[in-house]
Structures are given as structure tokens and as C-alpha cells.
């Protein structure tokens, strides 16, 4: 029903920005959620913030005040920025889209930080 596509990944040194890309292939203006997960090698996936259709936002804590995500229906696009980067936020980037109770999955973009 809905197909994700990621890109912006690649490898920035510690303290810089990197800006992802989450195109989907419908209007995203009725999906629930949208958003970002991570899993970097050995550790298991936690989520890095989400977008809700009514604009709330959420974010883990490890990320707060550092990423931003956002929504541009028009580009059926979501967003994430990310600033001051760490060598912890290495990573897979996956995003996600919930549409009532059906999960749909991108196939992840990979954010190396360098010390």
C-alpha cells in the first residue's frame, strides 16, 4: 500500500548535520505515524522520533534538542535532522509508516559518525 524510500545517509564527522529523507508513494496526509528507527550493529532497534498526521511530535531522549522531524505533505516527504552528531548515533536509519493497524518499512540508510 505504501512504499518508503530513505536517502541522505553517509558519513559525517562528530558534530556535524546530516538531513534524511523518507519519500513515500502515497499522500501521507492520512497515515498515522510516521518516522524513524535505528539499530547499529549488535544492539537492538530503538526508536528515534515520529511525526503523528496532527503534527505531534516525538523523539528518545538520546536525540532531543539534536534531531528534528518533519513532514512536507505536498512532497509526501518526512524529514529528519540531524545536528551535533555523535559517534553513538552510528547507525542504520530505517523509516516507518503506520496506516491504521499495517506497519510498512524502508530499507534503511546508514549514518557512520566519525570521532
Known amino acids: 500500500q505504501v512504499q518508503l524510500v530513505e536517502s541522505g545517509g553517509g558519513l559525517v564527522q562528530a558534530g556535524g548535520s546530516l538531513r534524511l529523507s523518507c519519500a513515500a508513494s502515497?499522500?501521507?496526509?492520512?497515515?498515522?505515524?510516521m518516522g524513524w528507527y535505528r539499530q547499529a550493529p549488535g544492539k537492538q532497534r530503538e526508536l528515534v522520533a515520529d511525526i503523528t498526521s496532527d503534527g505531534s511530535t516525538n523523539y528518545a531522549d538520546s536525540v532531543k534538542g539534536r534531531f528534528t522531524i518533519s513532514r512536507d505533505n505536498a512532497k509526501n516527504t518526512v524529514y529528519l535532522q540531524m545536528s551535533s552528531l555523535k559517534p553513538e548515533d552510528t547507525a542504520t536509519y530505517s523509516c516507518?509508516?503506520?496506516?491504521?493497524?499495517?506497519?510498512?518499512w524502508g530499507k534503511g540508510t546508514l549514518v557512520t559518525v566519525s570521532s
Open positions: 502515497r499522500s501521507i496526509f492520512s497515515i498515522t505515524v
Open positions: 516507518y509508516a503506520r496506516v491504521v493497524f499495517v506497519n510498512y
